[in-house]
């Protein structure tokens, strides 16, 4: 064969090698795009259902995989009255999901050696009074200090609070629960102690460090302060159900607890916020890690173990771990969860209290093969 015809063969066999690869190609997009519309159609239904069978208002979902948001929707009204249909941009109140934001900033804290997690919390935060025991941040972020939670009608203030000691009037003077360390006990209070100590160790204001070393690089650009007298654009009106009916939700300011209680956002922004976790962008892994491993000292008046870290509640569901927070107050309920293992990160966001997200997120976990833990056995 001359070299003429050798050349024009090799060059008709590339065109066809070329050809097959490009069809292969295609096809290959052609079966991914339809799988991933499927996922969004079942997502879809599931929030649609559970929306119906929950009377939830507004909904907003988002979902994150190897760190892109693959699906982010809102349904529902933002705000009856005004008639205002939810976007992915309505902000609705986090709940106690402030908790684990404000966890990973004092974490930051601890990385760069300006605040000692196992000193006396009353180095950073001397407006908290001395106790029969030593209190630690560690013991703060992890609900193992004792600090009590709400007593009747305190969730219903409706006071407002300039600083973040002017807060502890409500609960400062009253004894611990137990030996810090020993029990476990949720307190959003605590997480205002915590609060006080993040803004002594680092110099600035809560909401200045917050946002300068979670929310930028965490991309959260849609979380703020939720502030009762600030103008926030997009910020949902909350409600209630009573009897079935929907109300507003009873009034209620949060600047008693913002770091465990008091912030605005987006599901999007959560799942970001979950995703910069797992890419180390804002704790070192290792740093991380911790935060995601159990206390598993005893819950006080129970017999399990502690299931909380520091900032973070996990459950071990073999093969996968599941790391999530859920926050409920006036006018919402919350939750967001991690899949380590399938770098998958979801968030569910109502403006509606007393509602059970979990079980839209549950299912949507199940949409990408990730099943709900079987139930404990006694």
């Given at each position: 064969m001359s070299p003429r015809h050798s050349c024009a063969l090799f060059r008709r066999h590339a065109a066809v090698l070329a050809l097959f690869t490009l069809l292969f190609a295609s096809a290959a997009a052609s079966a991914q795009q339809p799988a991933a519309a499927d996922v969004s159609s079942q997502l879809d239904k599931i929030v649609q259902?559970?929306?119906?069978?929950?009377?939830?208002?507004?909904?907003?979902?988002?979902?994150?995989?190897?760190?892109?948001?693959?699906?982010?929707?809102?349904?529902?009204?933002?705000?009856?009255?005004n008639d205002v249909r939810a976007t992915p941009e309505t902000l609705i109140r986090t709940g106690s999901i402030a908790k684990p934001i404000s966890a990973v900033a004092a974490m930051t804290l601890a990385e760069a050696g300006k605040l000692d997690l196992d000193a006396p919390v009353q180095k950073?935060?001397?407006?908290?009074?001395?106790?029969?025991?030593?209190?630690?941040?560690?013991?703060?972020?992890?609900?193992?200090?004792?600090?009590?939670?709400?007593?009747?009608?305190?969730?219903?203030?409706?006071?407002h609070y300039k600083t973040m000691s002017e807060g502890f009037a409500i609960f400062a003077s009253d004894p611990l629960l137990?030996?810090?360390?020993?029990?476990?006990?949720?307190?959003?209070?605590?997480?205002?102690?915590?609060?006080?100590?993040?803004?002594?160790?680092?110099?600035?204001?809560?909401?200045?460090?917050?946002?300068?070393h979670v929310l930028v690089p965490a991309a959260m650009t849609h979380t703020f302060i939720d502030d009762v007298y600030e103008i926030v654009p997009h910020r949902a009106r909350g409600y209630q159900l009573v009897s079935g009916a929907v109300k507003n939700a009873g009034l209620m300011d949060s600047s008693y607890k913002i770091p465990g209680g008091g912030i605005v956002t987006t599901s999007e922004d959560l799942v970001r916020f979950e995703s910069a976790l797992l890419d180390g962008t804002l704790v070192r892994p290792e740093t991380r890690d911790k935060m995601w491993t159990p206390t598993g000292v005893p819950i006080l008046n129970g017999d399990r173990p502690s299931?909380?870290?520091?900032?973070?509640?996990?459950?071990?569901?073999?093969?996968?771990?599941?790391?999530?927070?859920?926050?409920?107050?006036q006018g919402t309920s919350t939750i967001m969860a991690v899949i380590p293992e399938k770098r998958l990160a979801v968030a569910v966001m109502t403006n509606v209290d007393g509602v059970n997200p979990s079980a839209m997120m549950l299912q949507i976990l199940e949409a990408y093969g990730v099943q709900r833990p079987a139930p404990a056995t006694r």
């Amino acid at each position: 064969m001359s070299p003429r015809h050798s050349c024009a063969l090799f060059r008709r066999h590339a065109a066809v090698l070329a050809l097959f690869t490009l069809l292969f190609a295609s096809a290959a997009a052609s079966a991914q795009q339809p799988a991933a519309a499927d996922v969004s159609s079942q997502l879809d239904k599931i929030v649609q259902a559970e929306m119906q069978k929950q009377h939830m208002v507004a909904v907003t979902v988002a979902v994150a995989k190897d760190s892109k948001v693959v699906y982010s929707k809102a349904f529902g009204m933002a705000d009856i009255e005004n008639d205002v249909r939810a976007t992915p941009e309505t902000l609705i109140r986090t709940g106690s999901i402030a908790k684990p934001i404000s966890a990973v900033a004092a974490m930051t804290l601890a990385e760069a050696g300006k605040l000692d997690l196992d000193a006396p919390v009353q180095k950073y935060c001397p407006a908290f009074p001395e106790k029969q025991s030593k209190v630690t941040t560690r013991q703060l972020l992890s609900h193992t200090a004792g600090v009590r939670h709400y007593k009747q009608g305190e969730i219903e203030s409706t006071k407002h609070y300039k600083t973040m000691s002017e807060g502890f009037a409500i609960f400062a003077s009253d004894p611990l629960l137990f030996e810090p360390g020993t029990k476990y006990s949720y307190s959003t209070y605590g997480y205002t102690v915590v609060g006080c100590a993040i803004e002594s160790a680092s110099g600035q204001k809560f909401a200045d460090y917050v946002r300068e070393h979670v929310l930028v690089p965490a991309a959260m650009t849609h979380t703020f302060i939720d502030d009762v007298y600030e103008i926030v654009p997009h910020r949902a009106r909350g409600y209630q159900l009573v009897s079935g009916a929907v109300k507003n939700a009873g009034l209620m300011d949060s600047s008693y607890k913002i770091p465990g209680g008091g912030i605005v956002t987006t599901s999007e922004d959560l799942v970001r916020f979950e995703s910069a976790l797992l890419d180390g962008t804002l704790v070192r892994p290792e740093t991380r890690d911790k935060m995601w491993t159990p206390t598993g000292v005893p819950i006080l008046n129970g017999d399990r173990p502690s299931p909380y870290g520091l900032g973070f509640d996990v459950v071990k569901m073999p093969p996968f771990t599941r790391v999530s927070h859920g926050g409920s107050q006036q006018g919402t309920s919350t939750i967001m969860a991690v899949i380590p293992e399938k770098r998958l990160a979801v968030a569910v966001m109502t403006n509606v209290d007393g509602v059970n997200p979990s079980a839209m997120m549950l299912q949507i976990l199940e949409a990408y093969g990730v099943q709900r833990p079987a139930p404990a056995t006694r």
